[in-house]
T-cell receptor, first 113, second 110 residues
Framework: KAGVTQTPRYLIKTRGQQVTLSCSPISGHRSVSWYQQTPGQGLQFLFEYFSETQRNKGNFPGRFSGRQFSNSRSEMNVSTLELGDSALYLC???WGTGTYEQYFGPGTRLTVT | GESVGLHLPTLSVQEGDNSIINCAYSNSASDYFIWYKQESGKGPQFIIDIRSNMDKRQGQRVTVLLNKTVKHLSLQIAATQPGDSAVYFCAEKDDYKLSFGAGTTVTVRA
């Protein structure tokens, strides 16, 4: 069974721009969670989607948003990029919401200059 | 702040020895914990989990111990191999999400 895939793997953007990251969960998994990983803050929860609905949200500004499609694929968007948004963005899938055995993708490395 | 943390940021282990990675948590109501391994350039990889109704759980070469009295979690790796070099995170079910500790970097010496 294929694992979680994320595209693109690397991205360089300029302050003020926006970016969209994509995540395809493991086949059969319906929940996708997004995390931001930085050296200073570690892994922090952004949000979770299940059945095309955002179920939970972490403490991030409204510039961070996401969505989920009917095939469970998910995208996250960051608008008006700031230097501090430079991070590894990870998505994790699980079979259902409230299921914490989550499987992570390789991440998208975002660099904001 | 984070409710889950690891005692040591780094651990150096001789190949073939057993490794013990520790984690302390603060929420006594936490009922589910996971250990993840993250290799350079990769996402965290699920290693093993444990629920609060258990004290010990074993996997392939790994054992997780949970001491609810002192709110302590540990991961034991038997016969550590070079491929075990990575950052290890404990994660705690925190309401509707997982909360991660800062991680311990394990380096295996040949």
């Amino acid at each position: 069974k294929a694992g979680v895939t994320q595209t693109p793997r690397y991205l360089i953007k300029t302050r003020g721009q926006q970016v969209t990251l994509s995540c395809s969960p493991i086949s059969g998994h319906r929940s996708v969670s997004w995390y931001q990983q930085t050296p200073g803050q570690g892994l922090q929860f952004l949000f979770e989607y299940f059945s095309e609905t955002q179920r939970n949200k972490g403490n991030f500004p409204g510039r961070f948003s996401g969505r989920q499609f009917s095939n469970s694929r998910s995208e996250m968007n960051v608008s008006t990029l700031e230097l501090g948004d430079s991070a590894l963005y990870l998505c994790a899938s699980s079979w259902g919401t409230g299921t914490y055995e989550q499987y992570f993708g390789p991440g998208t490395r975002l660099t904001v200059t | 702040g984070e409710s889950v943390g690891l005692h040591l940021p780094t651990l150096s282990v001789q190949e073939g020895d057993n490794s013990i990675i520790n984690c302390a948590y603060s929420n006594s109501a936490s009922d589910y914990f996971i250990w993840y391994k993250q290799e350079s350039g990769k996402g965290p990889q699920f290693i093993i989990d444990i629920r609060s109704n258990m004290d010990k759980r074993q996997g392939q070469r790994v054992t997780v111990l949970l001491n609810k009295t002192v709110k302590h979690l540990s991961l034991q790796i038997a016969a550590t191999q070079p491929g075990d070099s990575a950052v290890y995170f404990c994660a705690e079910k925190d309401d509707y999400k997982l909360s991660f500790g800062a991680g311990t970097t394990v380096t295996v010496r040949a």
